[in-house]
Every structure is written in structure tokens, then in C-alpha cells.
């Protein structure tokens, strides 16, 4: 190899690169808070034959009154369906009301959430980071601490994974139902202890699929 050809070598890899990448669609929100700008980018990696392969999920989070940025999101995920991240409607908040009584379908609660996720008065948001399975969409879950950054919170999102149907502030419990079999759901009630700020879970049982919710 050439002197010239090596100093051309890296422009070379990073055009492969940029083209292995295909730019999902932008999502701005101003109406998922009452103080904050939540943009979502999705990008997913192609593959050498052109099929796509894993994303990198952005989301990022901006003051609403003076547009200052605040904190960038990003996580790999790979498995997302092609619906993912691809229609800015697909989202929901629990704090300004926006689509918070819209049809859930298959679990699937939107791509962002915005909501009070452990009981202290901030707005935390939920990413979804895999389209999952027959139990729905898995989250990622970020608290805001009282500085206003956002931090994963890893039991919520390693261990709860799905979004919760019911959110009890007075119980301070968040409650998921997902299928288990085919005559079933399976619910499990997590708590989060007011005095240890830890959450554990307080009870699992099994219903049938028509049962009253």
C-alpha cells in the first residue's frame, strides 16, 4: 500500500461506515412535559447485504423555556421492529395527559413515557429498548434526580422490563401484567420503600385472561 493510499484509507472507512447507518425518522416533543423537550433519533446499522441489523436509540432532553440542551440519551438495542421510533405519535405522559388514554395493543404503551416512576414529585421518562415477544416492548427507565439529570434506574429496567399498567402513588407500586401462556397473565406488584428508596416485589399470581382488571 501506497503512502497516499493509507493517508485516504480512513475517509475510505468512515464513508463505509456513514453508509452502513440509515437515519430513522426525528421526533420532537413539547407536550410530554410541563418543563422539558424530549427528541428521539433512531438509527439503525445495516448490514453488508443491505439487511438492518441493531440500532442506536438518542433521545435528547432540552429546557422548554429557554431551549437549552440538558442531557443526551443513547443505548444499542437489537431488537427493534421497523415500526420503532417511526411515528411521533407513539408516545404517552402521565403528567400532561398527552394520549395517557390511549389504546394499548399487545402491551405496548408507545416508544417514550413520560411519567412519575418512583413517587417524588419529577418527571421520569421510559425508552423502549426492545420490541420483545408475546409479553410486549421492554423499557429503559430513567429517574430524574433532584440536580435534573436523568439516571438509569437498573432494577426497573433489568428486573420490571415491561411498562406497568397501574401506577399507585399512594402504594407507591407500580404493577405489570403479562401474558403467561395462553390462558393467563401474569402480575406482579413492585414497591418501592419510602425510608431504603429500593424497590422489591411484593407479590406475583397468575390470572386468567378475562378476568376483571
Known amino acids: 500500500m501506497t503512502v497516499q493510499e493509507m493517508k485516504t484509507l480512513p475517509l475510505i472507512i468512515f464513508f463505509i461506515l456513514l453508509a452502513s447507518y440509515t437515519q430513522g425518522q426525528v421526533c420532537t416533543h413539547p407536550d410530554l412535559s410541563n418543563t422539558l423537550v424530549f427528541k428521539t433519533t433512531l438509527r439503525r446499522l445495516k448490514q453488508p447485504d443491505g439487511t438492518l441489523d441493531s440500532c442506536i436509540i438518542r433521545l435528547a432532553i432540552s429546557n ?13 438495542s437489537n431488537f427493534l421492529f421497523a415500526s420503532a421510533f417511526r411515528q411521533c405519535r407513539a408516545v404517552r405522559s402521565y403528567l400532561t395527559g398527552k394520549n395517557q388514554d390511549a389504546p394499548v395493543v399487545d402491551n405496548d404503551y408507545g416508544d417514550l413515557i413520560v411519567a412519575d416512576f418512583n413517587f417524588d414529585g419529577r418527571e421520569d421518562v421510559a425508552v423502549k429498548n426492545d420490541s420483545g415477544g408475546n409479553g410486549g416492548p421492554q423499557y429503559s427507565y430513567y429517574l430524574q434526580t433532584s440536580s435534573g439529570k ?6 426497573l429496567t433489568n428486573e420490571m422490563q415491561f411498562f406497568p399498567c397501574s401506577i399507585n402513588k399512594t402504594r407507591r407500586t407500580l404493577t405489570t401484567q403479562v401474558h403467561a401462556g395462553v390462558n393467563g397473565l401474569g402480575e406482579t406488584v413492585f414497591r418501592l420503600d419510602g425510608a431504603t428508596q429500593q424497590w422489591r416485589v411484593v407479590s406475583r399470581r397468575v390470572l386468567p385472561v378475562n378476568a376483571p382488571q
Open 64 to 76: 422548554k423555556l429557554n431551549q437549552k440542551p440538558i442531557q443526551t440519551i443513547s443505548f444499542s
Open 150 to 155: 436523568f439516571i438509569l434506574n437498573k432494577f
